[in-house]
């Protein structure tokens, strides 16, 4: 019995090494970032064709985080009142998180028609 198990022991251990190493071997593709963090893809709500390239990158990297940091201030907000939808402060807040980037939105659009 104790033959068979190292054997089985001598037979198994490649491959347990080969998927060990494998993530290790893969850590330096090109396209992690983008496979991990969808949100930096290019398949993003504000992906608009503007003009050059540079100036379509620029837009769509500024709306990614706004949307990024509004999507935070949203839920930081939520935290804040307990969770509470119904409280008044909380609708208030979201207003003015909601006037506030949309202002920046709108600054963003004016820079890039400048």
């Known amino acids: 019995m104790t ?3 190292k054997t089985a022991l001598f037979a198994a251990l490649p491959l347990v090494v080969g998927l060990w190493m494998t993530p290790l071997a893969s850590a330096h593709d090109s ?3 983008h496979r991990h963090h969808p949100a930096w893809s290019h398949s993003t709500p504000y992906h608009y064709s503007l003009g ?3 100036q379509n990158w620029k837009y769509n990297k500024a709306m ?3 949307a990024r940091q509004e999507s935070e201030a ?3 907000a939520y935290r804040r009142y307990d969770e509470n939808t119904q409280d008044p402060r909380y609708q208030q807040h979201l ?3 909601e006037r506030k980037y949309d ?3 709108a600054k963003v659009e004016r820079n890039l028609n400048d």
């Open 3 to 5: 033959r068979l198990r």
């Open 31 to 33: 396209y992690w970032r």
């Open 52 to 54: 050059s390239g540079q």
């Open 64 to 66: 990614n985080r706004l």
């Open 74 to 76: 949203q839920a930081k």
């Open 95 to 97: 207003a003015e998180i």
């Open 103 to 105: 202002n920046k939105r």
